[in-house]
């Protein structure tokens, strides 16, 4: 019985995790001007990493065990009249692509909606059969 909500439960972890996901797209796109932050220094773009999980027959699914921060350099601007340039004038900018976060939340999305049209596709299967057994 438990193999029989298996898709379930993979489907709605994955959800969760595309949630998330989407939360860190919306904030690198919120920061993409952000060059001076509590921690000191501009923003730095963050990622989620996905894990896949299997503890035993009946407890799969998808984990998000870190964000973590995109090594790529900053995005040095010539602005002196800037408050955070430096000494030369430059000012460093977050390692934001919006087009790349565009496209990493269209995808995000996408998924999402695909994981949603799965639990209502097994959702729609799992009542035709308990009217099957009725009958």
């Given at each position: 019985m438990?193999?029989?909500?298996?898709?379930?439960?993979?489907?709605?972890?994955?959800?969760?995790?595309?949630?998330?996901?989407?939360?860190?797209?919306?904030?690198?796109?919120?920061?993409?001007?952000?060059?001076?932050?509590?921690?000191?220094?501009?923003?730095?773009?963050?990622?989620?990493?996905?894990?896949?999980?299997i503890f035993d027959e009946s407890s799969v699914g998808v984990n998000i065990p870190k964000i973590v921060e995109d090594e790529r350099p900053f995005k040095m601007v010539y602005d002196p009249s800037h408050p955070d340039a430096n000494k030369d004038g430059y000012v460093s900018y977050p390692n934001i692509n919006t087009?790349?976060?565009?496209?990493?939340?269209?995808?995000?999305?996408?998924?999402?909606?695909?994981?949603?049209t799965l639990i209502n596709s097994y959702k729609e299967m799992f009542m035709k059969t308990l009217d099957i057994t009725k009958a």
């Amino acid at each position: 019985m438990k193999e029989m909500f298996m898709p379930l439960k993979v489907s709605a972890t994955a959800l969760e995790a595309q949630k998330i996901r989407m939360n860190v797209i919306a904030s690198n796109i919120a920061n993409v001007n952000s060059t001076r932050t509590p921690e000191g220094g501009p923003y730095r773009r963050r990622d989620v990493v996905f894990e896949s999980y299997i503890f035993d027959e009946s407890s799969v699914g998808v984990n998000i065990p870190k964000i973590v921060e995109d090594e790529r350099p900053f995005k040095m601007v010539y602005d002196p009249s800037h408050p955070d340039a430096n000494k030369d004038g430059y000012v460093s900018y977050p390692n934001i692509n919006t087009i790349e976060e565009t496209v990493n939340l269209i995808s995000a999305t996408r998924a999402y909606e695909a994981n949603l049209t799965l639990i209502n596709s097994y959702k729609e299967m799992f009542m035709k059969t308990l009217d099957i057994t009725k009958a």
